[in-house]
């Protein structure tokens, strides 16, 4: 197996999990946090998309998805603002995203992971090693910066996946 398929592998397991943590909720079950201040499914599932779309776009070199259409519209969100990806959020800055509804969620994911497979498709193991970002020490390696994204979104879907088993519980 070689790196592209490898990656395809992992990113292509993520549109079942994020599907099966939204699928079904209305409006108000993707708000519903466990507590004030926590992240409710709806955020938890924007914001690993907006990452996976932010982090992508800038190793494409390409604008975000977010920016391309009215999709903070159907977030709740008054503008598309492309540095918003959710990290360091205020409680109330959870609470303001609030997506109309489960296919508003997955409308966005399918589209940021449309596009992540047909980068996914074109690389090469050499491409893994290019430097993506000085700002850190040691820089971060396209490679790196692509197991980053999959850890982080991994992880979030399954938060998702465990406060809708919190939710449905009642």
Excluded: C, K
């Amino acid at each position: 197996m070689d790196a592209s398929d490898l990656l395809i592998e992992a990113y292509d397991r993520l549109p079942d999990l994020v599907r099966g943590a939204v699928d079904g909720l209305g409006p108000e079950q993707l708000h519903q946090a466990p507590r004030r201040g926590a992240n409710s499914v709806g955020w938890l599932v924007w914001h690993l998309t907006r990452i996976q779309d932010d982090h992508l776009a800038d190793v494409i070199g390409t604008e975000q998805i977010w920016v391309t259409g009215d999709w903070a519209g159907r977030f709740g969100l008054a503008d598309a603002d492309p540095s918003d990806t959710g990290y360091g959020h205020t409680p109330e800055q959870v609470a303001a995203v609030r997506p109309e509804n489960a296919r508003a969620l997955l409308d966005y994911y399918d589209a940021v992971h449309a596009r992540t497979r047909r980068f996914l498709a074109g690389l090469h193991a050499d491409d893994l090693d290019r430097v993506v970002d000085t700002s850190w020490d040691p820089p971060v390696t396209l490679g790196v910066r692509l197991v980053s994204v999959i850890d982080d979104d991994l992880q979030h879907v399954g938060q998702a996946a465990y406060l809708r088993g919190l939710i449905e519980a009642g």
